[in-house]
């Protein structure tokens, strides 16, 4: 794969791996345990130039998407929670106000989130829309002065309770109407905003998911996303699409650290006389995971360059995030068979990073929407809802 990348892109993805060497790898089975999120590292991220990686101006690193990819594999290296967070950050919150908001709002956000020292969450799944945010009950009505009030929740949001800002999606019009969903920089001190830590979970136990409530939140007319292309669903799904696109590279980092596991596990763990890695079948199950893994950067790298070319449809999207994820959590969960009745124990990362997927797996759609994105694609027809027409 070395030969794929120039110079100036291995030096940014050495630059994440050591800080992953040395900030994170010590200390992640202990997060993990705990279910602590290091809110101490987000400076040293910002530091580090991965947050709005992939952003240009107003204080954003402007690397490109290849370089943003690289950064992420090397992150989710560590763990999927925290490569989670520089996504959350980046591609949507950041991204959201980048792409969709006013001059006023890129100047107040985005240089202080590139540094980390202001944290953005995104807003969209509710506690009763998950896969269908067109069915969102999270309402934002206009009152005759101009302010919005928006009423209603928000569930699964990553680190929403220690949030300084918070892009809430709302319904402006007809609940079941895509068309009427607009986006809100909603700042996370207003009143009626609050936000609870959900606990506990099995996954992505470094990081921090809640649910938000927005009681009676009044803001004022400049806090919408104003731009045309915020209108509708599209609005988020052009922030999904960045953050599906960061997870198409971020697995691959996960099944690479769970492989190397495995490889060195082999090395001196001894059984019937001999090292693992002298048997066939622990041999043969490397190999495996080997073409696997450079399968999945293969096609990450492919789709990496289009996006800094010629641009990427959310099918390629779809179909890097749906593949990549699922080899990944694949790799994870063998290389944990692998390391025997020591692969459940947190010394070792293959059952963290198995259990870390399957939030991935989930999260920024899940394996059936982009199957069912596919399936639109390659049929023509839409078979989202059981009542068909979609
Ligand atoms: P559909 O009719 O297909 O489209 C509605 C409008 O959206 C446009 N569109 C897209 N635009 C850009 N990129 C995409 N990938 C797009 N997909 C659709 C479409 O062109 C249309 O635009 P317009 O202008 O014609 O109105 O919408 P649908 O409701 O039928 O969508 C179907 C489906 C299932 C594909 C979609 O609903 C979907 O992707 N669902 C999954 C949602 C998802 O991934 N949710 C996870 C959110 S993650 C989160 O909230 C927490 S953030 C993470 C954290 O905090 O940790």
Not at 16 to 45: K, T
Not at 149 to 169: E, F, Q
Not at 213 to 231: I, K, Q
Request: net charge neutral.
């Amino acid at each position: 794969m070395d030969s794929l990348f120039s110079v100036e892109e291995k030096s940014i993805a050495l630059k994440v791996r050591s800080f992953v060497d040395r900030e994170i790898r010590p200390n992640i089975a202990q997060w993990y345990n705990d279910a602590h999120f290091p809110r101490e590292i987000i400076p040293e991220l910002g530091k580090l130039g991965v947050l709005g990686m992939h952003l240009k101006g107003f204080d954003c690193p402007g690397r490109s998407a290849v370089e943003y990819g690289l950064a992420a594999q090397e992150l989710e290296a560590g763990d999927s929670g925290l490569r989670t967070f520089v996504s959350v950050q980046g591609s949507l919150a950041m991204s959201a106000i980048h792409k969709h908001g006013s001059l006023d709002q890129r100047l107040e956000w985005l240089p202080k989130m590139a540094k980390g020292e202001a944290i953005g969450c995104f807003g969209l799944t509710e506690p009763t829309a998950g896969s269908d945010p067109a069915s969102m009950r999270t309402v934002a009505k206009q009152e005759a002065g101009g302010d919005w009030v928006i009423n209603g929740s928000k569930r699964w949001i990553g680190l929403a309770n220690i949030a300084d800002v918070a892009i809430i999606w709302a319904q402006t019009g007809e609940i079941g109407d895509g068309r009427g969903v607009r986006g809100f920089v909603v700042p996370t001190n207003t009143p009626g905003f609050s936000a609870e830590v959900i606990e506990p979970k099995l996954s992505m136990r470094a990081s921090i998911q809640c649910e938000i409530h927005l009681d009676n939140v009044r803001l004022p007319s400049t806090a919408m996303l104003p731009l045309d292309s915020a209108v509708g669903l599209r609005g988020p799904f052009s922030c999904l699409n960045e953050a599906r696109y960061g997870i198409i590279w971020g697995v691959m980092g996960a099944a690479r650290d769970s492989f190397n596991a495995a490889l060195e596990y082999g090395n001196y763990r001894t059984q019937f006389g001999t090292s693992l890695n002298h048997f066939q079948l622990h041999q043969a199950k490397l190999a495996d995971m080997a073409v696997a893994i450079n399968k999945g950067y293969h096609l990450a790298h492919h789709i990496g360059r289009k996006k800094d070319t010629t641009g990427i449809t959310p099918e390629m999207i779809s179909t890097g995030k749906l593949d990549n994820t699922r080899v990944a959590i694949g790799i994870a969960r063998d290389a944990r068979a692998m390391l025997g009745g020591n692969g459940i124990s947190l010394d070792y990362s293959p059952l963290r990073h198995a259990n870390n997927l399957e939030s991935v797996r989930t999260y920024e759609g899940t394996d059936e929407v982009h199957q069912l994105t596919l399936g639109r694609f390659i049929t023509g027809v839409g078979a989202f809802s059981a009542a068909g027409g979609n």
